[in-house]
Nanobody, 123 residues
Framework: VQLQASGGGFVQAGGSLRLSCTDS????????MGWFRQAPGKEREFVAS????????SYADSVKGRFTISRDRAANTMYLQMNNLKPNDTAVYLC?????????????????WGRGTQVTVSS
């Protein structure tokens, strides 16, 4: 599996970004996928996950109501729409393919990881 995250950038607080994660080897079709993030000096944390068929999405409390996860299985791509961004959303955002049809919020439930894309939110 080769995962490529893109769409990060620099945005002011209150702005929006849309991240994409493409699975170029097309092995994620029957697996859950997820987004995590890691800020400098902090542990990696769960952001959102989605089931194999686009259902059963879940979110970290810190992003509920602002972020939306989705996927296009035909395009082997997962998305994260991020609205009303805040400075503490600043991090490297990583996408991952789960070990099963729905992988949830725990890192150990994910088998493959992409390199990530930087999101920087200024105040």
């Amino acid at each position: 599996v080769q995962l490529q995250a893109s769409g990060g950038g620099f945005v002011q607080a209150g702005g929006s970004l849309r991240l994409s994660c493409t699975d170029s080897k097309r092995t994620s079709s029957n697996n859950g996928m997820g987004w995590f993030r890691q800020a400098p000096g902090k542990e990696r944390e769960f952001v959102a996950s989605i089931g194999w068929n686009g259902g059963r999405s879940s979110y970290a409390d810190s992003v509920k109501g602002r972020f939306t996860i989705s996927r296009d299985r035909a395009a082997n791509t997962m998305y994260l729409q991020m609205n009303n961004l805040k400075p503490n959303d600043t991090a490297v955002y990583l996408c991952a393919v789960g070990r099963s049809a729905y992988s949830g919020p725990y890192s150990d439930s994910y088998r493959y990881w992409g390199r990530g894309t930087q999101v920087t939110v200024s105040s």
